[in-house]
Protein backbone atom coordinates (compact mmCIF):
# COMPACT_ATOMS: atom_id res chain seq x y z
CA UNK A 1 0.00 0.00 0.00
CA UNK A 2 2.78 2.50 0.77
CA UNK A 3 4.44 1.81 -1.95
CA UNK A 4 1.41 2.42 -4.44
CA UNK A 5 0.56 5.83 -2.32
CA UNK A 6 4.60 6.65 -3.47
CA UNK A 7 3.45 5.80 -6.71
CA UNK A 8 0.74 7.84 -6.93
CA UNK A 9 2.54 10.82 -5.61
CA UNK A 10 5.07 10.66 -8.18
CA UNK A 11 2.64 10.59 -10.81
CA UNK A 12 0.70 13.67 -9.19
CA UNK A 13 3.80 15.41 -9.20
CA UNK A 14 4.85 14.79 -12.82
CA UNK A 15 1.48 15.25 -13.88
CA UNK A 16 1.87 18.42 -12.38
CA UNK A 17 5.38 19.67 -13.32
CA UNK A 18 3.80 18.80 -16.89
CA UNK A 19 0.79 21.27 -17.08
CA UNK A 20 3.33 24.00 -16.06
CA UNK A 21 5.70 23.33 -18.93
CA UNK A 22 2.44 22.94 -21.20
CA UNK A 23 1.10 26.03 -20.00
CA UNK A 24 -0.61 28.27 -22.48
CA UNK A 25 -2.26 31.50 -22.71
CA UNK A 26 -5.43 32.02 -24.45
CA UNK A 27 -5.73 34.85 -26.99
CA UNK A 28 -9.34 34.79 -28.57
CA UNK A 29 -9.06 36.48 -32.01
CA UNK A 30 -12.75 37.64 -32.56
CA UNK A 31 -13.99 39.17 -36.22
CA UNK A 32 -15.10 38.26 -39.43
CA UNK A 33 -13.77 35.39 -40.83
CA UNK A 34 -16.20 34.54 -43.06
CA UNK A 35 -18.49 36.64 -45.04
CA UNK A 36 -18.86 40.19 -46.87
CA UNK A 37 -15.97 42.15 -44.60
CA UNK A 38 -13.80 38.14 -44.15
CA UNK A 39 -10.81 40.66 -45.93
CA UNK A 40 -10.84 42.38 -42.91
CA UNK A 41 -11.42 39.76 -40.63
CA UNK A 42 -8.19 37.67 -42.63
CA UNK A 43 -5.84 40.90 -42.05
CA UNK A 44 -6.80 40.75 -38.17
CA UNK A 45 -5.90 37.21 -38.23
CA UNK A 46 -2.77 36.81 -40.20
CA UNK A 47 -1.60 39.46 -37.78
CA UNK A 48 -2.23 37.98 -34.92
CA UNK A 49 -1.10 34.93 -36.00
CA UNK A 50 2.39 36.06 -36.95
CA UNK A 51 2.62 37.95 -33.91
CA UNK A 52 1.77 34.88 -31.97
CA UNK A 53 4.41 32.92 -33.54
CA UNK A 54 6.99 35.63 -33.23
CA UNK A 55 6.79 36.08 -29.77
CA UNK A 56 6.55 32.27 -28.96
CA UNK A 57 9.53 31.89 -30.94
CA UNK A 58 11.49 34.07 -28.65
CA UNK A 59 9.80 32.34 -25.52
CA UNK A 60 6.61 32.98 -25.00
CA UNK A 61 5.41 35.45 -22.04
CA UNK A 62 6.51 35.12 -18.93
CA UNK A 63 7.62 31.62 -19.56
CA UNK A 64 4.16 30.71 -20.99
CA UNK A 65 3.57 30.36 -25.00
CA UNK A 66 0.85 32.18 -26.39
CA UNK A 67 -2.16 30.05 -28.03
CA UNK A 68 -4.53 31.99 -30.49
CA UNK A 69 -8.22 30.84 -30.46
CA UNK A 70 -10.32 31.61 -33.74
CA UNK A 71 -13.97 32.72 -33.75
CA UNK A 72 -15.79 33.98 -36.35
CA UNK A 73 -18.42 36.54 -35.83
CA UNK A 74 -19.58 37.50 -39.58
CA UNK A 75 -19.69 41.11 -38.66
CA UNK A 76 -22.90 40.37 -36.82
CA UNK A 77 -23.53 41.19 -33.08
CA UNK A 78 -25.37 38.18 -32.58
CA UNK A 79 -22.79 36.02 -33.41
CA UNK A 80 -20.30 37.90 -32.03
CA UNK A 81 -22.46 37.65 -28.44
CA UNK A 82 -22.00 33.90 -29.39
CA UNK A 83 -18.30 33.71 -30.28
CA UNK A 84 -17.77 35.67 -26.99
CA UNK A 85 -19.81 33.33 -24.89
CA UNK A 86 -17.80 30.80 -26.33
CA UNK A 87 -14.36 32.15 -25.34
CA UNK A 88 -15.53 32.71 -21.80
CA UNK A 89 -16.86 28.83 -21.91
CA UNK A 90 -12.94 27.86 -23.42
CA UNK A 91 -11.03 29.88 -20.84
CA UNK A 92 -10.27 32.93 -22.92
CA UNK A 93 -8.75 35.76 -21.00
CA UNK A 94 -7.45 38.04 -23.60
CA UNK A 95 -9.25 38.66 -26.72
CA UNK A 96 -7.93 40.87 -30.31
CA UNK A 97 -10.91 41.88 -31.65
CA UNK A 98 -13.52 42.98 -32.61
CA UNK A 99 -13.62 44.03 -36.17
CA UNK A 100 -16.45 46.11 -36.08
CA UNK A 101 -17.89 48.33 -33.25
CA UNK A 102 -21.11 46.78 -33.77
CA UNK A 103 -19.82 43.99 -32.39
CA UNK A 104 -16.79 45.25 -30.39
CA UNK A 105 -19.25 47.38 -28.16
CA UNK A 106 -22.26 44.35 -26.85
CA UNK A 107 -19.17 41.75 -26.76
CA UNK A 108 -17.17 44.47 -24.36
CA UNK A 109 -19.76 43.58 -22.00
CA UNK A 110 -19.81 40.04 -21.80
CA UNK A 111 -15.97 40.30 -21.57
CA UNK A 112 -15.98 42.49 -18.66
CA UNK A 113 -18.55 40.64 -16.61
CA UNK A 114 -16.20 37.67 -17.11
CA UNK A 115 -12.70 39.07 -16.39
CA UNK A 116 -11.74 39.07 -20.17
CA UNK A 117 -9.25 42.08 -21.08
CA UNK A 118 -10.26 43.15 -24.63
CA UNK A 119 -8.21 44.97 -27.32
CA UNK A 120 -9.78 45.75 -30.88
CA UNK A 121 -7.14 46.66 -33.69
CA UNK A 122 -9.98 48.20 -35.58
CA UNK A 123 -13.18 49.33 -33.78
CA UNK A 124 -13.39 53.33 -33.75
CA UNK A 125 -16.99 54.09 -31.88
CA UNK A 126 -16.13 56.26 -28.75
CA UNK A 127 -18.40 54.31 -26.62
CA UNK A 128 -16.17 51.29 -27.19
CA UNK A 129 -14.13 53.30 -24.37
CA UNK A 130 -16.40 55.84 -23.35
CA UNK A 131 -18.83 53.41 -20.71
CA UNK A 132 -16.08 53.29 -17.88
CA UNK A 133 -15.18 49.25 -18.46
CA UNK A 134 -11.90 48.14 -17.34
CA UNK A 135 -11.01 45.98 -20.14
CA UNK A 136 -11.60 47.95 -22.99
CA UNK A 137 -8.94 49.30 -25.30
CA UNK A 138 -7.72 49.73 -28.81
CA UNK A 139 -4.71 49.83 -31.28
CA UNK A 140 -6.42 52.25 -33.64
CA UNK A 141 -7.76 56.13 -33.15
CA UNK A 142 -11.75 56.91 -32.48
CA UNK A 143 -14.33 58.21 -34.85
CA UNK A 144 -14.70 61.65 -33.33
CA UNK A 145 -10.97 62.24 -33.80
CA UNK A 146 -11.21 60.52 -37.62
CA UNK A 147 -13.95 63.10 -38.33
CA UNK A 148 -12.26 65.71 -36.91
CA UNK A 149 -9.92 65.52 -39.74
CA UNK A 150 -12.33 64.60 -41.96
CA UNK A 151 -14.48 67.65 -41.23
CA UNK A 152 -12.16 69.85 -40.92
CA UNK A 153 -10.58 68.92 -44.59
CA UNK A 154 -14.02 68.92 -46.60
CA UNK A 155 -14.47 72.56 -44.55
CA UNK A 156 -10.99 74.04 -46.29
CA UNK A 157 -11.01 71.63 -49.67
CA UNK A 158 -14.71 72.00 -50.55
CA UNK A 159 -16.53 74.58 -48.70
CA UNK A 160 -18.32 75.95 -52.08
CA UNK A 161 -19.43 71.93 -52.87
CA UNK A 162 -22.84 70.69 -52.58
CA UNK A 163 -22.27 67.78 -49.55
CA UNK A 164 -23.95 64.64 -49.01
CA UNK A 165 -23.25 62.59 -46.21
CA UNK A 166 -24.13 59.02 -45.92
CA UNK A 167 -23.79 56.34 -43.78
CA UNK A 168 -24.64 52.35 -43.35
CA UNK A 169 -26.92 52.69 -40.06
CA UNK A 170 -24.23 50.97 -38.03
CA UNK A 171 -22.92 52.15 -34.55
CA UNK A 172 -19.39 52.41 -37.14
CA UNK A 173 -20.54 53.93 -40.06
CA UNK A 174 -23.07 56.43 -38.93
CA UNK A 175 -21.06 56.81 -35.82
CA UNK A 176 -18.07 58.37 -37.96
CA UNK A 177 -20.43 60.19 -40.74
CA UNK A 178 -22.16 62.04 -37.58
CA UNK A 179 -18.61 63.24 -35.85
CA UNK A 180 -17.52 64.39 -39.49
CA UNK A 181 -20.96 66.27 -40.44
CA UNK A 182 -20.45 67.42 -36.56
CA UNK A 183 -17.02 69.38 -37.45
CA UNK A 184 -18.47 70.16 -40.98
CA UNK A 185 -21.32 71.75 -39.64
CA UNK A 186 -18.95 73.55 -36.85
CA UNK A 187 -17.02 75.05 -39.19
CA UNK A 188 -19.87 76.59 -41.62
CA UNK A 189 -20.38 73.95 -43.65
CA UNK A 190 -23.51 72.12 -44.07
CA UNK A 191 -24.64 69.17 -46.34
CA UNK A 192 -27.90 69.13 -49.07
CA UNK A 193 -28.49 65.64 -48.16
CA UNK A 194 -28.28 63.23 -44.94
CA UNK A 195 -28.83 59.42 -45.66
CA UNK A 196 -29.02 56.09 -44.82
CA UNK A 197 -28.32 52.54 -46.33
CA UNK A 198 -28.48 49.57 -44.93
CA UNK A 199 -25.97 47.01 -45.49
CA UNK A 200 -26.12 43.99 -47.47
CA UNK A 201 -28.14 46.22 -50.57
CA UNK A 202 -27.50 46.17 -54.21
CA UNK A 203 -29.71 48.53 -55.96
CA UNK A 204 -28.75 51.88 -55.17
CA UNK A 205 -30.78 53.47 -57.69
CA UNK A 206 -32.78 55.94 -55.43
CA UNK A 207 -29.74 57.26 -53.39
CA UNK A 208 -28.61 58.39 -56.74
CA UNK A 209 -31.46 59.89 -57.79
CA UNK A 210 -31.47 61.78 -54.71
CA UNK A 211 -27.88 62.62 -55.43
CA UNK A 212 -28.61 63.90 -58.64
CA UNK A 213 -31.68 65.89 -57.81
CA UNK A 214 -29.46 67.87 -55.27
CA UNK A 215 -26.95 68.22 -58.09
CA UNK A 216 -24.50 66.86 -55.25
CA UNK A 217 -20.98 67.38 -55.96
CA UNK A 218 -19.05 65.19 -52.86
CA UNK A 219 -20.56 62.06 -51.31
CA UNK A 220 -18.36 61.45 -47.21
CA UNK A 221 -19.70 57.78 -46.71
CA UNK A 222 -19.44 56.12 -42.83
CA UNK A 223 -19.13 52.85 -44.03
CA UNK A 224 -17.33 49.48 -45.57
CA UNK A 225 -15.71 49.21 -48.36
CA UNK A 226 -17.96 46.78 -49.89
CA UNK A 227 -21.12 48.91 -49.83
CA UNK A 228 -19.04 51.88 -51.07
CA UNK A 229 -17.49 50.35 -53.75
CA UNK A 230 -21.14 49.56 -55.04
CA UNK A 231 -22.54 52.61 -55.20
CA UNK A 232 -19.25 53.83 -56.76
CA UNK A 233 -19.53 51.69 -59.72
CA UNK A 234 -23.67 52.31 -59.36
CA UNK A 235 -22.76 56.07 -59.46
CA UNK A 236 -20.46 55.66 -62.64
CA UNK A 237 -23.17 53.68 -64.58
CA UNK A 238 -25.66 56.29 -64.09
CA UNK A 239 -23.70 59.25 -64.98
CA UNK A 240 -23.29 60.76 -61.64
CA UNK A 241 -19.59 62.36 -61.64
CA UNK A 242 -18.74 63.21 -58.11
CA UNK A 243 -16.15 63.53 -55.32
CA UNK A 244 -16.25 60.06 -52.96
CA UNK A 245 -14.96 60.52 -49.31
CA UNK A 246 -14.66 58.37 -46.43
CA UNK A 247 -12.64 56.63 -43.38
CA UNK A 248 -10.92 53.45 -42.54
CA UNK A 249 -13.73 51.13 -43.43
CA UNK A 250 -12.67 51.06 -47.35
CA UNK A 251 -8.81 50.51 -46.83
CA UNK A 252 -8.33 47.68 -48.39
CA UNK A 253 -7.84 46.72 -52.33
CA UNK A 254 -10.68 44.65 -52.47
CA UNK A 255 -12.33 48.07 -52.98
CA UNK A 256 -10.78 48.23 -56.55
CA UNK A 257 -12.33 45.25 -57.66
CA UNK A 258 -15.63 46.48 -56.48
CA UNK A 259 -15.80 49.88 -58.03
CA UNK A 260 -13.39 49.52 -60.62
CA UNK A 261 -12.34 53.03 -62.62
CA UNK A 262 -14.93 54.20 -60.20
CA UNK A 263 -12.56 54.02 -57.28
CA UNK A 264 -10.27 56.63 -59.05
CA UNK A 265 -9.62 60.20 -56.78
CA UNK A 266 -11.45 58.86 -53.35
CA UNK A 267 -10.62 60.22 -50.56
CA UNK A 268 -9.82 58.61 -47.79
CA UNK A 269 -9.03 58.57 -43.98
CA UNK A 270 -6.54 56.31 -42.66
CA UNK A 271 -3.30 56.77 -39.84
CA UNK A 272 0.02 57.12 -41.89
CA UNK A 273 0.86 53.55 -43.13
CA UNK A 274 2.14 51.18 -40.71
CA UNK A 275 3.86 49.81 -43.36
CA UNK A 276 6.42 52.12 -43.27
CA UNK A 277 7.07 52.17 -39.70
CA UNK A 278 11.02 51.09 -39.08
CA UNK A 279 9.37 48.99 -36.65
CA UNK A 280 7.30 47.35 -38.44
CA UNK A 281 10.52 46.33 -40.89
CA UNK A 282 10.88 42.62 -39.59
CA UNK A 283 6.59 41.46 -39.83
CA UNK A 284 6.41 43.08 -43.10
CA UNK A 285 9.12 41.36 -44.79
CA UNK A 286 7.76 37.90 -43.01
CA UNK A 287 4.28 38.34 -44.72
CA UNK A 288 5.34 39.41 -47.93
CA UNK A 289 7.86 36.56 -47.87
CA UNK A 290 4.59 34.43 -47.27
CA UNK A 291 2.38 36.17 -50.45
CA UNK A 292 0.43 38.63 -48.29
CA UNK A 293 0.62 42.08 -47.82
CA UNK A 294 -0.23 43.40 -44.65
CA UNK A 295 -2.57 46.34 -45.83
CA UNK A 296 -4.60 47.99 -43.10
CA UNK A 297 -5.44 46.51 -40.09
CA UNK A 298 -2.69 43.52 -40.29
CA UNK A 299 0.15 45.47 -38.19
CA UNK A 300 -2.69 46.86 -35.62
CA UNK A 301 -3.85 43.35 -35.10
CA UNK A 302 -0.31 42.12 -34.56
CA UNK A 303 0.31 45.26 -32.07
CA UNK A 304 -2.18 44.14 -29.99
CA UNK A 305 -1.19 40.68 -28.94
CA UNK A 306 2.03 42.59 -28.57
CA UNK A 307 0.13 45.05 -26.07
CA UNK A 308 -1.00 41.77 -24.76
CA UNK A 309 1.82 40.37 -23.86
CA UNK A 310 3.42 43.52 -22.79
CA UNK A 311 0.79 43.99 -20.32
CA UNK A 312 1.02 40.51 -19.04
CA UNK A 313 5.11 40.67 -18.86
CA UNK A 314 4.85 44.25 -17.32
CA UNK A 315 1.86 42.79 -14.48
CA UNK A 316 4.06 40.05 -14.12
CA UNK A 317 1.04 37.25 -14.65
CA UNK A 318 -1.75 36.45 -17.23
CA UNK A 319 -4.10 37.99 -14.78
CA UNK A 320 -6.64 40.09 -17.15
CA UNK A 321 -7.21 42.70 -14.64
CA UNK A 322 -3.60 43.31 -13.58
CA UNK A 323 -2.88 43.43 -17.09
CA UNK A 324 -5.62 46.21 -17.98
CA UNK A 325 -4.13 48.11 -14.76
CA UNK A 326 -0.49 47.76 -16.31
CA UNK A 327 -1.42 48.47 -19.75
CA UNK A 328 -2.69 51.99 -18.43
CA UNK A 329 0.55 52.83 -15.85
CA UNK A 330 3.57 50.90 -16.95
CA UNK A 331 3.41 51.85 -21.20
CA UNK A 332 4.80 52.70 -23.67
CA UNK A 333 4.75 49.27 -24.60
CA UNK A 334 6.86 48.67 -27.79
CA UNK A 335 4.88 47.43 -31.16
CA UNK A 336 5.16 47.70 -34.87
CA UNK A 337 3.09 50.51 -35.25
CA UNK A 338 5.37 52.26 -33.07
CA UNK A 339 5.29 52.80 -29.15
CA UNK A 340 1.66 52.68 -27.52
CA UNK A 341 0.55 54.22 -24.29
CA UNK A 342 -2.72 54.30 -22.70
CA UNK A 343 -4.71 56.90 -20.96
CA UNK A 344 -7.32 55.97 -18.64
CA UNK A 345 -10.03 54.33 -20.86
CA UNK A 346 -8.09 52.16 -22.79
CA UNK A 347 -7.63 55.05 -25.87
CA UNK A 348 -4.29 55.06 -27.19
CA UNK A 349 -2.39 58.89 -26.49
CA UNK A 350 -1.36 58.94 -29.87
CA UNK A 351 -3.83 58.88 -32.07
CA UNK A 352 -2.95 60.38 -35.29
CA UNK A 353 -4.90 60.48 -38.99
CA UNK A 354 -3.82 62.21 -42.56
CA UNK A 355 -5.56 61.78 -46.19
CA UNK A 356 -5.09 59.06 -48.82
CA UNK A 357 -6.30 59.50 -52.68
CA UNK A 358 -6.91 56.33 -54.43
CA UNK A 359 -5.08 56.20 -57.90
CA UNK A 360 -2.83 53.96 -60.13
CA UNK A 361 0.16 52.51 -58.82
CA UNK A 362 3.10 51.40 -60.96
CA UNK A 363 2.04 48.34 -61.95
CA UNK A 364 -1.36 49.62 -62.75
CA UNK A 365 -3.76 48.71 -60.19
CA UNK A 366 -5.52 50.77 -57.88
CA UNK A 367 -4.41 51.77 -54.44
CA UNK A 368 -4.00 54.19 -51.93
CA UNK A 369 -1.49 56.86 -51.43
CA UNK A 370 -1.08 59.00 -48.46
CA UNK A 371 -0.97 63.07 -49.50
CA UNK A 372 -1.41 64.35 -46.19
CA UNK A 373 -3.79 66.95 -45.34
CA UNK A 374 -2.18 70.56 -46.71
Not at 42 to 47: A, F, L, T, V
Not at 78 to 98: C, E, I, P, R
Not at 103 to 110: A, D, N
Not at 165 to 193: F, R
Request: with cysteine.
Amino acid sequence: MKRLLISTSMVALALSYGGLARAEILIGLGGPLTGANAVFGDQERKGAEQAVADINEKGGVNGEKLRLVLGDDVTDPKQGMSVANKFVADGVKFVVGHFSSGVSIPTSEVYAENGVFQITPASTNPQFTERGLWNTFRTCGRDDQQGAIAGKYISEKFKASKIAIVHDKTPYGQGLADETKKTMNGLGVDEVVYEGITPGEKDYSALIGKLKENKVDLIYFGGLHTEAGLIMRQMADQGLKVKFMSGDGITSNELSSIAGEAVSGTLMTFPPDPRKNPSAADAVKKFRASGFEPEAYTLYSYAAVQVIAGAITAAGEADPVKAAEAAKSKGPFKTVIGDISYDSKGDITRPDYTMYEWRKGDDGKYTYFDIGLK
